[in-house]
């Protein structure tokens, strides 16, 4: 059974840092293309932030400079480092995995269950 397991939501104010992890069990890890995705109240699922197999990485342009992706194949877990939080980037926070080098929305195999992400003025 594929699981995805997000942490390291919370509150914060603006100009302030969190650090998101996302466990994964029951898929070759390191095989796949693994994504950050956040959907705020009233908006579409944007994705923030992806990193494939080969380390290359993308990023939305609304974090760039501020939100780094990364991931520990030993530990199966990714992570987004998120610094100089704004509260336009208050949303649930989702990661997600991939077999393709894409990860699109549409291509996504395996979602987790998300973490909030509240960033107060």
């Known amino acids: 059974q594929v699981k995805l397991v997000e942490s390291g939501g919370g509150s914060v104010r603006a100009g302030g840092s969190l650090r998101l992890s996302c466990t994964a069990s029951?898929?070759?890890?390191?095989?796949?293309?693994m994504a950050w995705f956040r959907q705020a109240p009233g908006k579409e699922r944007e994705r923030v932030a992806l990193?494939?197999?080969?380390?290359?990485?993308n990023y939305a342009d609304s974090v760039k400079g501020r939100f780094t992706v990364s991931k520990d194949n030993a530990k199966r877990t990714l992570f987004l480092q998120m610094n100089s939080l704004n509260p336009e980037d208050t949303a649930m926070y989702s990661c997600a995995a991939d077999v393709t080098a894409e990860c699109s929305e549409s291509s996504i195999l395996y979602w987790g269950q998300g973490t909030q992400v509240t960033v107060s003025s």
């Open positions: 990193i494939r197999r080969d380390g290359s990485t």
């Open positions: 029951g898929i070759t890890y390191n095989t796949y293309c």
